[in-house]
């Protein structure tokens, strides 16, 4: 399969504690973007990666998240100090950038329970 | 955070049938795209518009850029089963590479 791969797809953790999501973007694309999806809404825009350059943070982002792309290929995102508010489904997508017809095409999500 | 005005919220219908879904913004969209989600799943790219006007079919899907490029629609011809989830439109805004969500739609399909 030669989508995005996102890892783990479900994960249940106790409040205050960290977790760590990774994404596999489709090879050779050099963006990589996070969503957060709650239920009932459309995903909403985190952050995202031209290569490891980590371009734009959503106002989302508090500061316990955290987002890196230390080679340019995969991405990890991770949550400290975790709150029931975020649980949601995290999602992640990849895109070729720099084309005029650029398109995002998303991995299947890792579904974040806090008790 | 900014979501799109997407409408209806939901539809039940019967197999056979037409459905006709749209998304409004005050803002100006440099491309339209529409995804289908299925319950614990990513969304799954149905169709890509990039230019005002544009009209897009992918089999029975036809989707258009509106002319002010504040809105976009999305059609689905003759309904089947397999249709039934729920259906993003997501929006780009010019200078940014982020994309702005609907609210979606979600499409029960009877036989």
């Known amino acids: 399969d030669t989508g995005v791969s996102q890892d783990p797809r479900h994960k249940i953790t106790k409040r205050g504690q960290n977790v760590t999501f990774r994404c596999d973007p489709i090879s050779e694309h050099n963006r990589l973007y996070w969503y957060r999806q709650t239920l009932g809404q459309g995903p909403e825009f985190l952050t995202y990666?031209?290569?490891?350059?980590?371009?734009?943070k959503s106002r989302l982002l508090s500061n316990r998240f955290s987002a890196e792309r230390p080679k340019g290929s995969f991405s990890t995102l991770e949550i400290q100090r975790t709150e029931q508010g975020d649980s949601a489904m995290y999602l992640c997508a990849s895109s070729l950038g720099g084309v005029t017809r650029d398109t995002q095409y998303f991995g299947p999500g890792t579904r974040l329970t806090v008790l | 955070g900014q979501q799109l005005n997407q409408s209806p919220q939901s539809m039940f219908i019967q197999e056979g049938e037409d459905v006709s879904m749209n998304c409004t913004s005050s803002s100006i969209f440099n491309t339209w795209l529409w995804y289908k989600q299925d319950p614990g799943e990513g969304p799954v790219l149905l169709i890509a518009?990039?230019?005002?006007?544009e009209l897009t079919s992918n089999g029975r899907l036809t989707a258009q850029f509106g002319i002010t490029r504040k809105d976009s629609f999305l059609n689905i011809s003759a309904s089947i089963p397999s249709d039934v989830g729920i259906y993003f439109c997501?929006?780009?805004?010019?200078?940014?590479?982020?994309?702005?969500f609907g609210t979606g739609t979600r499409l029960q399909v009877f036989p």
């Open positions: 990666f031209q290569n490891e350059a980590q371009l734009e």
């Open positions: 997501a929006g780009q805004l010019v200078n940014t590479d982020k994309l702005i």
């Open positions: 518009l990039y230019k005002a006007g």
